[in-house]
């Protein structure tokens, strides 16, 4: 298998932008008091930029050199971990955040459910993905595919539909141009 991510890491935060970050900040209701998982967070590009407005911040991810990266910016914590079996006790954060990472992780399904088991209740989940209904996305999911990372990217319906499977509700937001929110209070 290829390890697309540890090749990457290096360039990672240079070829891949950060994300709307006051969007991001508006969709996490942020400020916040509590603890911030950022779950396939990779080297810290979107936590980093949000560590002032939490109390703490882990950053997991299954790629030790994206982590290695993040550990570099300092403040972040960082767990190699699988989305899909997290190593944290239930109702352990109060924001949960995955950023253009999904369609990365091995059982999405599960990796949902897991992500909601450590959400305290009262807490907020965003999930950020590039909108799969949009032409230039399905370009993208193909290069992906092309290149062997073993991506699978949903809709966010799919993503929505998922959220419920595990008894929550889920509210979805466009940009009408790329990005898609699926957003969860539990």
């Known amino acids: 298998m290829i390890d697309h991510f540890g090749f990457l890491a290096p360039l990672y935060d240079h070829i891949i932008p950060p994300p709307d970050l006051s969007r991001l900040r508006e969709r996490l209701r942020l400020p916040s008091t509590g603890r911030m998982l950022d ?14 407005l939490v109390a703490e911040v882990i950053i997991s991810d299954l790629s030790a050199s994206m982590l290695k990266q993040a550990q570099v910016k300092g403040r972040l914590q960082p767990a ?3 989305a899909e ?7 352990s954060f109060d924001r949960v955040v995955v950023v253009d990472a999904l369609h990365h992780f091995c059982n999405q399904r599960e990796a949902i ?3 909601l088991r450590v959400l305290k209740p009262g807490g907020r989940l965003v999930i950020e993905e590039p909108d799969i209904h949009r032409l230039i996305v399905r370009f993208i999911a193909l290069g ?4 062997l990372m073993r991506s699978h990217f949903l809709s966010v319906e799919q993503i929505r539909d998922m959220v419920a499977a595990h008894g ?4 979805i937001e466009r940009d ?6 699926v957003m969860v209070d539990k």
Do not use: N, Y
Request: hydrophobic share 40%; proline share 5%; net charge positive.
């Open 144 to 147: 992906e595919k092309i290149a």
């Open 39 to 52: 779950a396939g967070g990779g080297t810290g590009r979107v936590s980093s930029q949000l560590r002032h």
């Open 168 to 171: 929550h509700d889920a509210v």
């Open 80 to 82: 190699q971990a699988h």
């Open 113 to 115: 459910g897991d992500l």
């Open 85 to 91: 079996r997290l190593p944290f006790p239930a109702a």
């Open 176 to 181: 009408g141009q790329f990005t898609a929110w």
